[in-house]
Protein backbone atom coordinates (compact mmCIF):
# COMPACT_ATOMS: atom_id res chain seq x y z
CA UNK A 1 0.00 0.00 0.00
CA UNK A 2 1.27 3.53 -0.35
CA UNK A 3 1.78 5.54 1.67
CA UNK A 4 1.18 9.29 1.48
CA UNK A 5 4.71 11.76 1.48
CA UNK A 6 5.04 13.56 4.69
CA UNK A 7 3.32 17.21 4.27
CA UNK A 8 5.15 19.68 3.79
CA UNK A 9 3.93 22.59 5.99
CA UNK A 10 3.13 26.06 4.45
CA UNK A 11 5.03 27.85 7.30
CA UNK A 12 6.80 26.05 10.03
CA UNK A 13 9.14 27.67 12.80
CA UNK A 14 13.08 27.40 13.33
CA UNK A 15 14.43 27.24 17.06
CA UNK A 16 18.00 26.86 17.09
CA UNK A 17 20.11 25.61 20.25
CA UNK A 18 20.87 29.15 21.04
CA UNK A 19 17.01 29.55 21.58
CA UNK A 20 16.71 26.77 23.82
CA UNK A 21 19.35 27.64 25.78
CA UNK A 22 18.18 31.36 26.25
CA UNK A 23 15.15 30.04 27.74
CA UNK A 24 16.43 27.03 29.88
CA UNK A 25 18.90 30.38 31.51
CA UNK A 26 15.62 32.59 32.38
CA UNK A 27 13.54 29.13 34.04
CA UNK A 28 16.58 28.94 36.47
CA UNK A 29 16.51 32.75 36.77
CA UNK A 30 14.71 34.59 39.53
CA UNK A 31 12.35 36.19 37.07
CA UNK A 32 10.05 34.27 34.89
CA UNK A 33 7.43 36.76 34.05
CA UNK A 34 8.08 40.58 33.34
CA UNK A 35 11.73 40.42 34.19
CA UNK A 36 14.75 41.88 32.57
CA UNK A 37 14.32 39.99 29.20
CA UNK A 38 10.74 41.86 28.29
CA UNK A 39 13.07 45.65 28.52
CA UNK A 40 15.89 44.13 26.80
CA UNK A 41 13.25 42.31 23.88
CA UNK A 42 11.33 45.54 23.80
CA UNK A 43 14.95 47.63 23.74
CA UNK A 44 16.16 45.49 20.83
CA UNK A 45 13.45 45.51 18.77
CA UNK A 46 12.16 48.85 18.97
CA UNK A 47 16.24 49.49 17.70
CA UNK A 48 15.93 46.95 15.22
CA UNK A 49 12.88 48.92 13.79
CA UNK A 50 14.03 52.12 14.45
CA UNK A 51 11.38 53.24 16.65
CA UNK A 52 11.13 54.75 20.01
CA UNK A 53 9.04 52.22 21.68
CA UNK A 54 8.02 48.78 21.15
CA UNK A 55 5.88 47.14 24.08
CA UNK A 56 5.75 43.27 24.01
CA UNK A 57 2.14 41.36 25.00
CA UNK A 58 1.10 38.36 24.76
CA UNK A 59 0.22 37.92 20.90
CA UNK A 60 -0.60 39.52 18.18
CA UNK A 61 -4.33 40.14 18.99
CA UNK A 62 -3.55 40.91 22.20
CA UNK A 63 -0.88 43.90 20.14
CA UNK A 64 -4.08 45.05 18.20
CA UNK A 65 -6.66 45.11 21.07
CA UNK A 66 -3.74 47.47 22.72
CA UNK A 67 -3.13 49.76 19.92
CA UNK A 68 -6.80 50.10 19.81
CA UNK A 69 -7.04 50.84 23.01
CA UNK A 70 -3.89 53.31 23.29
CA UNK A 71 -5.54 55.00 19.77
CA UNK A 72 -8.45 55.99 21.73
CA UNK A 73 -11.05 53.67 19.96
CA UNK A 74 -14.39 53.57 21.80
CA UNK A 75 -17.95 52.03 22.00
CA UNK A 76 -19.94 52.99 18.73
CA UNK A 77 -16.30 54.66 16.65
CA UNK A 78 -16.11 53.16 13.34
CA UNK A 79 -12.28 51.15 12.53
CA UNK A 80 -12.01 50.51 8.42
CA UNK A 81 -10.15 47.35 8.03
CA UNK A 82 -9.26 45.56 4.64
CA UNK A 83 -11.87 42.92 3.95
CA UNK A 84 -8.57 40.54 3.24
CA UNK A 85 -6.88 39.81 6.68
CA UNK A 86 -6.89 37.57 9.48
CA UNK A 87 -10.68 38.02 11.57
CA UNK A 88 -8.63 39.72 14.47
CA UNK A 89 -7.63 42.73 12.68
CA UNK A 90 -11.84 43.29 12.50
CA UNK A 91 -12.30 41.24 15.76
CA UNK A 92 -9.99 44.00 17.93
CA UNK A 93 -12.21 46.63 16.91
CA UNK A 94 -14.92 44.44 18.51
CA UNK A 95 -13.17 43.81 21.21
CA UNK A 96 -13.75 47.82 21.66
CA UNK A 97 -17.16 47.61 21.22
CA UNK A 98 -16.41 49.42 17.76
CA UNK A 99 -18.13 48.85 14.13
CA UNK A 100 -15.35 47.06 11.94
CA UNK A 101 -16.22 48.52 8.60
CA UNK A 102 -14.64 46.94 5.70
CA UNK A 103 -13.00 48.15 2.40
CA UNK A 104 -12.02 46.37 -0.64
CA UNK A 105 -8.84 45.47 -1.97
CA UNK A 106 -6.69 46.59 -4.78
CA UNK A 107 -6.94 43.39 -7.60
CA UNK A 108 -3.02 43.42 -7.95
CA UNK A 109 -1.69 43.31 -4.29
CA UNK A 110 -5.05 42.49 -2.20
CA UNK A 111 -3.72 45.54 -0.32
CA UNK A 112 -6.05 47.98 1.69
CA UNK A 113 -7.50 50.53 -1.88
CA UNK A 114 -7.36 53.76 -0.61
CA UNK A 115 -9.99 54.30 -2.57
CA UNK A 116 -12.15 52.40 -1.09
CA UNK A 117 -11.28 53.40 2.41
CA UNK A 118 -12.30 57.03 1.44
CA UNK A 119 -15.72 55.75 0.14
CA UNK A 120 -16.56 54.28 3.48
CA UNK A 121 -15.19 56.88 5.85
CA UNK A 122 -18.56 58.46 7.39
CA UNK A 123 -18.75 60.88 10.47
CA UNK A 124 -17.55 57.98 13.45
CA UNK A 125 -15.27 56.56 11.72
CA UNK A 126 -11.88 57.04 13.99
CA UNK A 127 -9.10 54.89 12.64
CA UNK A 128 -7.87 52.95 9.32
CA UNK A 129 -5.96 49.64 9.88
CA UNK A 130 -3.81 49.11 7.05
CA UNK A 131 -2.78 45.22 6.84
CA UNK A 132 0.32 44.28 4.86
CA UNK A 133 -1.02 41.26 3.44
CA UNK A 134 1.36 38.36 3.00
CA UNK A 135 4.27 40.73 3.80
CA UNK A 136 3.99 43.42 1.62
CA UNK A 137 3.67 46.87 2.88
CA UNK A 138 0.40 48.98 2.19
CA UNK A 139 0.46 52.02 -0.11
CA UNK A 140 1.19 54.04 3.09
CA UNK A 141 1.51 57.81 1.76
CA UNK A 142 -1.84 57.60 0.12
CA UNK A 143 -3.64 56.08 3.54
CA UNK A 144 -1.29 58.80 5.65
CA UNK A 145 -2.77 61.48 3.25
CA UNK A 146 -6.47 60.07 3.87
CA UNK A 147 -6.15 59.87 7.88
CA UNK A 148 -4.47 63.36 8.43
CA UNK A 149 -7.36 64.88 6.06
CA UNK A 150 -9.92 63.38 7.87
CA UNK A 151 -8.18 63.48 11.63
CA UNK A 152 -7.65 59.19 11.63
CA UNK A 153 -5.71 57.36 13.32
CA UNK A 154 -3.45 54.77 11.28
CA UNK A 155 -2.56 51.69 12.83
CA UNK A 156 -0.73 48.88 11.05
CA UNK A 157 -1.84 44.92 11.37
CA UNK A 158 2.18 43.93 10.17
CA UNK A 159 1.67 40.67 11.46
CA UNK A 160 3.03 39.69 7.98
CA UNK A 161 5.55 41.91 7.36
CA UNK A 162 8.23 42.29 10.15
CA UNK A 163 11.10 43.41 8.21
CA UNK A 164 9.82 44.91 5.82
CA UNK A 165 10.30 48.48 3.63
CA UNK A 166 8.07 51.16 2.10
CA UNK A 167 10.60 53.75 0.60
CA UNK A 168 13.39 52.60 2.86
CA UNK A 169 11.81 53.06 5.80
CA UNK A 170 11.10 50.04 7.86
CA UNK A 171 7.44 48.64 8.44
CA UNK A 172 6.81 49.63 12.42
CA UNK A 173 7.45 53.66 11.78
CA UNK A 174 5.11 54.54 9.43
CA UNK A 175 1.45 54.40 11.21
CA UNK A 176 0.96 55.64 14.97
CA UNK A 177 0.96 52.48 16.03
CA UNK A 178 2.06 49.27 14.36
CA UNK A 179 1.57 45.56 15.51
CA UNK A 180 3.35 42.46 15.17
CA UNK A 181 2.86 38.66 15.95
CA UNK A 182 5.35 36.03 17.27
CA UNK A 183 3.45 33.12 16.18
CA UNK A 184 5.45 29.96 15.23
CA UNK A 185 4.04 31.20 11.62
CA UNK A 186 5.21 34.30 11.37
CA UNK A 187 9.23 35.48 10.99
CA UNK A 188 10.57 34.64 14.63
CA UNK A 189 8.48 32.77 17.27
CA UNK A 190 8.17 33.12 21.34
CA UNK A 191 5.67 30.25 21.08
CA UNK A 192 2.66 33.13 21.61
CA UNK A 193 3.82 36.85 21.33
CA UNK A 194 3.11 40.16 19.37
CA UNK A 195 4.51 43.60 20.38
CA UNK A 196 3.29 47.12 19.31
CA UNK A 197 5.88 49.94 18.45
CA UNK A 198 4.94 53.36 18.35
CA UNK A 199 6.89 56.66 18.65
CA UNK A 200 4.76 58.28 21.02
CA UNK A 201 5.82 57.75 24.72
CA UNK A 202 2.93 58.84 26.63
CA UNK A 203 1.21 56.14 24.01
CA UNK A 204 3.75 53.76 25.04
CA UNK A 205 2.84 54.21 28.81
CA UNK A 206 -0.83 53.71 27.79
CA UNK A 207 -0.16 50.30 26.37
CA UNK A 208 2.10 48.89 29.04
CA UNK A 209 -0.45 50.16 31.39
CA UNK A 210 -3.18 48.32 29.23
CA UNK A 211 -1.03 44.95 28.95
CA UNK A 212 -1.31 45.01 32.99
CA UNK A 213 -5.07 45.38 34.37
CA UNK A 214 -4.49 49.03 33.65
CA UNK A 215 -1.96 49.72 36.54
CA UNK A 216 0.40 52.36 36.44
CA UNK A 217 3.65 50.20 38.05
CA UNK A 218 4.55 46.65 37.72
CA UNK A 219 5.00 43.95 39.71
CA UNK A 220 9.44 44.40 39.44
CA UNK A 221 9.35 48.51 40.15
CA UNK A 222 7.13 47.85 43.21
CA UNK A 223 9.53 45.41 44.24
CA UNK A 224 12.36 47.68 43.17
CA UNK A 225 11.06 50.93 45.12
CA UNK A 226 9.78 48.17 48.16
CA UNK A 227 6.34 49.64 48.00
CA UNK A 228 3.42 48.03 48.33
CA UNK A 229 1.32 50.79 46.70
CA UNK A 230 -0.60 50.39 43.12
CA UNK A 231 -3.04 52.01 41.41
CA UNK A 232 -5.25 50.91 38.70
CA UNK A 233 -5.73 54.01 36.51
CA UNK A 234 -7.86 52.13 33.81
CA UNK A 235 -9.40 49.23 32.61
CA UNK A 236 -6.62 46.41 31.33
CA UNK A 237 -5.83 42.99 31.04
CA UNK A 238 -2.94 41.11 31.57
CA UNK A 239 -1.62 40.87 28.03
CA UNK A 240 1.95 40.31 29.34
CA UNK A 241 4.56 38.43 27.80
CA UNK A 242 6.69 36.00 30.01
CA UNK A 243 10.45 36.32 30.56
CA UNK A 244 11.51 32.78 28.95
CA UNK A 245 9.40 34.13 26.09
CA UNK A 246 11.13 37.40 25.99
CA UNK A 247 14.59 35.32 25.73
CA UNK A 248 13.00 33.24 22.76
CA UNK A 249 12.06 35.99 21.02
CA UNK A 250 15.36 38.10 21.88
CA UNK A 251 17.81 35.29 20.59
CA UNK A 252 15.29 34.70 17.40
CA UNK A 253 15.62 38.39 17.15
CA UNK A 254 19.64 38.17 16.30
CA UNK A 255 19.24 35.91 13.36
CA UNK A 256 15.96 37.73 11.82
CA UNK A 257 17.81 39.52 9.32
CA UNK A 258 19.27 35.84 8.08
CA UNK A 259 15.74 34.42 7.80
CA UNK A 260 13.99 37.52 5.69
CA UNK A 261 16.56 36.97 3.37
CA UNK A 262 16.02 33.83 2.87
CA UNK A 263 12.21 33.74 2.23
CA UNK A 264 13.33 36.78 -0.61
CA UNK A 265 15.49 34.06 -1.90
CA UNK A 266 12.83 31.66 -2.45
CA UNK A 267 10.08 34.33 -3.39
CA UNK A 268 12.76 34.78 -5.98
CA UNK A 269 13.38 31.50 -6.71
CA UNK A 270 9.39 31.04 -7.10
CA UNK A 271 9.04 33.56 -9.37
CA UNK A 272 11.68 32.55 -12.10
CA UNK A 273 9.66 29.56 -11.88
CA UNK A 274 6.40 30.72 -12.46
CA UNK A 275 7.33 33.38 -15.08
CA UNK A 276 6.84 30.76 -17.69
CA UNK A 277 3.27 29.90 -16.70
CA UNK A 278 0.37 30.86 -18.05
CA UNK A 279 -2.18 29.63 -15.25
CA UNK A 280 -0.02 30.62 -12.00
CA UNK A 281 -0.53 33.96 -11.56
CA UNK A 282 2.24 35.43 -7.98
CA UNK A 283 0.53 38.54 -6.25
CA UNK A 284 1.70 42.05 -8.08
CA UNK A 285 4.65 43.79 -5.96
CA UNK A 286 4.45 47.60 -5.84
CA UNK A 287 7.66 49.48 -6.91
CA UNK A 288 10.00 51.09 -3.98
CA UNK A 289 8.86 48.34 -1.44
CA UNK A 290 11.06 45.54 0.39
CA UNK A 291 8.50 42.32 0.50
CA UNK A 292 9.68 40.49 3.67
CA UNK A 293 7.20 37.44 2.56
CA UNK A 294 5.32 36.37 5.13
CA UNK A 295 3.25 34.01 2.54
CA UNK A 296 4.18 33.91 -1.07
CA UNK A 297 0.35 33.59 -2.58
CA UNK A 298 -0.76 32.65 -6.48
CA UNK A 299 -3.67 32.91 -8.23
CA UNK A 300 -5.27 29.75 -10.01
CA UNK A 301 -8.52 28.60 -11.68
CA UNK A 302 -10.16 26.34 -10.11
CA UNK A 303 -8.71 26.72 -6.98
CA UNK A 304 -11.00 24.07 -4.97
CA UNK A 305 -9.58 21.34 -7.04
CA UNK A 306 -5.96 22.63 -7.36
CA UNK A 307 -6.06 22.71 -3.19
CA UNK A 308 -7.12 18.99 -3.02
CA UNK A 309 -4.65 18.09 -5.85
CA UNK A 310 -1.57 19.41 -4.00
CA UNK A 311 -2.67 18.01 -0.29
CA UNK A 312 -2.88 15.37 -1.67
CA UNK A 313 0.65 15.06 -3.09
CA UNK A 314 1.75 16.10 0.53
CA UNK A 315 2.29 20.16 -0.41
CA UNK A 316 0.63 22.11 2.59
CA UNK A 317 -0.77 24.71 0.78
CA UNK A 318 -3.27 26.88 2.30
CA UNK A 319 -6.05 29.62 2.04
CA UNK A 320 -5.24 33.38 3.24
CA UNK A 321 -7.74 34.11 4.01
CA UNK A 322 -11.96 34.07 3.58
CA UNK A 323 -12.60 37.73 3.49
CA UNK A 324 -13.71 39.01 6.98
CA UNK A 325 -17.16 40.44 6.17
CA UNK A 326 -18.31 36.96 4.92
CA UNK A 327 -17.65 35.24 7.90
CA UNK A 328 -20.97 33.92 9.70
CA UNK A 329 -20.27 35.68 13.43
CA UNK A 330 -19.81 39.04 10.71
CA UNK A 331 -22.66 38.47 8.63
CA UNK A 332 -24.89 37.68 11.89
CA UNK A 333 -23.75 40.82 13.46
CA UNK A 334 -22.80 43.65 11.32
CA UNK A 335 -25.06 42.52 8.57
CA UNK A 336 -22.17 42.20 6.27
CA UNK A 337 -22.14 39.86 3.33
CA UNK A 338 -21.59 38.55 -0.58
CA UNK A 339 -21.20 41.68 -2.74
CA UNK A 340 -19.80 44.11 -0.36
CA UNK A 341 -15.84 43.70 -1.32
CA UNK A 342 -16.17 42.00 -4.95
CA UNK A 343 -12.39 42.50 -5.84
CA UNK A 344 -11.80 40.48 -2.07
CA UNK A 345 -14.77 37.82 -3.13
CA UNK A 346 -13.51 37.30 -6.23
CA UNK A 347 -9.57 37.08 -5.45
CA UNK A 348 -10.89 34.31 -2.22
CA UNK A 349 -11.85 32.31 -5.13
CA UNK A 350 -8.73 32.18 -6.11
CA UNK A 351 -5.54 32.37 -3.99
CA UNK A 352 -3.27 29.99 -2.53
CA UNK A 353 -0.60 30.62 -0.11
CA UNK A 354 2.69 27.87 -1.18
CA UNK A 355 5.13 27.02 1.25
CA UNK A 356 7.17 29.24 2.41
CA UNK A 357 9.58 29.57 5.27
CA UNK A 358 13.22 30.18 6.27
CA UNK A 359 14.32 26.50 6.85
CA UNK A 360 13.12 25.53 3.08
CA UNK A 361 15.22 23.52 1.51
CA UNK A 362 15.83 23.54 -1.96
CA UNK A 363 14.36 20.33 -2.24
CA UNK A 364 11.29 21.28 -0.96
CA UNK A 365 11.27 24.18 -3.30
CA UNK A 366 11.61 22.10 -6.06
CA UNK A 367 8.90 19.29 -5.07
CA UNK A 368 6.48 22.25 -5.07
CA UNK A 369 7.35 23.91 -8.07
CA UNK A 370 7.15 20.14 -9.62
CA UNK A 371 3.62 19.81 -8.36
CA UNK A 372 2.61 23.13 -9.35
CA UNK A 373 3.85 22.50 -13.23
CA UNK A 374 1.65 19.01 -13.30
CA UNK A 375 -1.04 19.64 -10.66
CA UNK A 376 -1.81 23.44 -12.40
CA UNK A 377 0.40 24.23 -15.59
CA UNK A 378 -0.06 20.88 -17.34
CA UNK A 379 -3.41 20.15 -16.16
CA UNK A 380 -4.93 23.22 -17.11
CA UNK A 381 -3.20 22.74 -20.89
C1 LIG B 1 -0.98 36.26 12.97
C2 LIG B 1 -1.86 37.40 12.71
C3 LIG B 1 -2.58 38.08 13.73
C4 LIG B 1 -2.71 37.56 15.13
O1 LIG B 1 -1.58 37.20 15.74
P1 LIG B 1 -1.63 36.15 16.96
O2 LIG B 1 -0.25 36.29 17.52
O3 LIG B 1 -1.90 34.80 16.38
O4 LIG B 1 -2.68 36.60 17.90
C5 LIG B 1 -3.28 39.22 13.40
N1 LIG B 1 -3.34 39.68 12.15
C6 LIG B 1 -2.71 39.06 11.14
C7 LIG B 1 -2.81 39.64 9.76
C8 LIG B 1 -1.96 37.90 11.38
O5 LIG B 1 -1.37 37.27 10.37
Known sequence: MATNPPILPYARQSVSDDDIEAVVEVLRSDWLTTGPKVEAFETAFAEFIGVAEAVAVANGTAALHAAMAAAGIRPGDEVIVPAMTFVATANAAVYQQARPVIADVDPATLLIDPDSVEKKITGRTKAIVAVDY????????????????????????????????????????????????????????????????????????????????????NHRERSEKDTWRYEMESLGYNYRLTDFQCALGLSQLRTLPARIA????????????????????????????????????????????????????????????????????????????????????????????????????????????????????????
Open 134 to 217: AGQPCDYDALRRIADRHGLRLIADACHALGAEYKNKKVGVLADFTVFSFHPVKHITTGEGGIVTTGDRDAAECLRRFRSHGINA
Open 262 to 381: RRREIARAYDRAFGSFAHVKPLAIAPQVGHAYHLYVVRVRDRASVYGRLRQRGIGVNVHYLPVHLHEYYRRTFGTGAGDCPVAEQAYEEILSLPMFSAMAIDDLCRVVEAIAEEVEEHAA
